[in-house]
């Protein structure tokens, strides 16, 4: 058995599955097996699975016959792994060198449920962003091992599942799958973070998260962004299946999704402008259903003042302010001169 399983769904990535493969297997740590879910591609993905199949035997191919989704495609390559820990890697993206013995290191000293990694986001440009998980302590030091309710601070890490390395045996026993539908991640990261009771960290920037423009849904206008509504009921369905499990995390778990809500409503290219009032009127809805009976902290700062415009579902204030931010905005950046932008990839080198 191998210590890590690594799942890679696979769909029209034809230009960048060589990439993704060539920095797995391109590491120098070897105890880990590839299992590859071709979502039924129709372009030349099927191929290239095939090439490095020949020459890779850790390499395993699951072939769909109809696409089923991201979420599916995890969810069959965890249903064939065989490994200790299940790592989900996007067919996209690419692991920095020294990776996988990192942090088969860290699962070996810590034996955690759940180890959460540094990762970076890549963009076209070559801009890299790094992000650590410094955030969790809140300045003070993380003990190796611990659980959510001790770190309430993990939900300051972004919820992907591609930083998360997992224990295969507690997945199984949480019963845990991905769900269909965009923001998939958030209900299934969320509640596996609550289940574990082993938790543990890395502060190595483990995943290199590229960036497309081209098809990301971050970039699409489309009515299906009120698929995360969706996503954050099923965490509130995990915790009220679980009463009285969850009294410290409950209220900043709330809070956290009106915040999610509206950075979505947020974003200029995401929902429809003839959709935002009654966006709006579903993140009222999600608030006011689940807002804890002993309340929740409310933020501080323009969050704060946008999160109590929602509590009284109150859109037409809610508009105006966002406009007003939004021109004041424009203002700021007319006058300001332009910052430089400094790069910083030493530790996202692409191997193969």
Known sequence: ?????????????????????????????????????DDASDDGSAKILEWYAQRHPQLRIVTLERNGGLGNARN???????GTYVWCVDSDDWLPEGTLAAVAERLTATSPDLL???????????????HTVEPV???????????????????????????????????????????????????????????????????????????????????????????????????????????????????????????????VMGHARRVPRSMRRAYFARTTELYRRHLPPGGAPM??????????LVAAGAYPFFEALMLAWQTRGRLVRAVRPPRPRTLDARSLVKTG
Request: proline share 6%; with cysteine.
């Open 116 to 130: 959460v990694a540094g990762y970076a986001r890549v963009y076209p440009d070559g801009t890299v962003e790094h």
């Open 1 to 37: 058995m191998a210590l890590l399983s690594l799942i890679v769904p696979v769909y029209r990535v034809e230009e960048y599955l060589a990439e993704c493969l060539d920095s797995i297997f391109g590491q120098s740590f070897t105890d880990f097996e590839v299992v590859a879910v």
């Open 137 to 263: 302590g809140g300045g003070s030091p993380v003990p190796d091992v611990f659980d959510f309710a001790e770190q309430p601070g993990l939900l300051d890490i972004l919820w992907i599942a591609c930083n998360k390395v997992i224990r295969r045996e507690f997945l199984a026993r949480s019963g845990l799958t991905f769900g269909p539908g965009w923001y998939e991640d958030v209900a299934f990261i969320v509640p596996l973070m609550l289940a574990a009771r082993r938790i543990s960290l890395l502060d190595r920037y483990c995943y290199a998260y590229r960036q497309r423009p081209a098809g990301a849904i971050t970039q699409t206008v489309s009515a299906r962004h009120f698929e995360v509504f969706d996503q954050w009921e099923r965490v509130f369905a995990f915790m009220d299946a679980r009463p009285g499990e969850f009294p410290t995390l409950r209220p900043l778990i709330f809070q956290r999704a009106i915040w999610h809500c509206l950075q």
């Open 299 to 308: 933020p501080g700062g323009n969050e704060g003042i946008k999160q109590r």
């Open 76 to 82: 069959v390559g965890i249903a064939h792994a065989t």
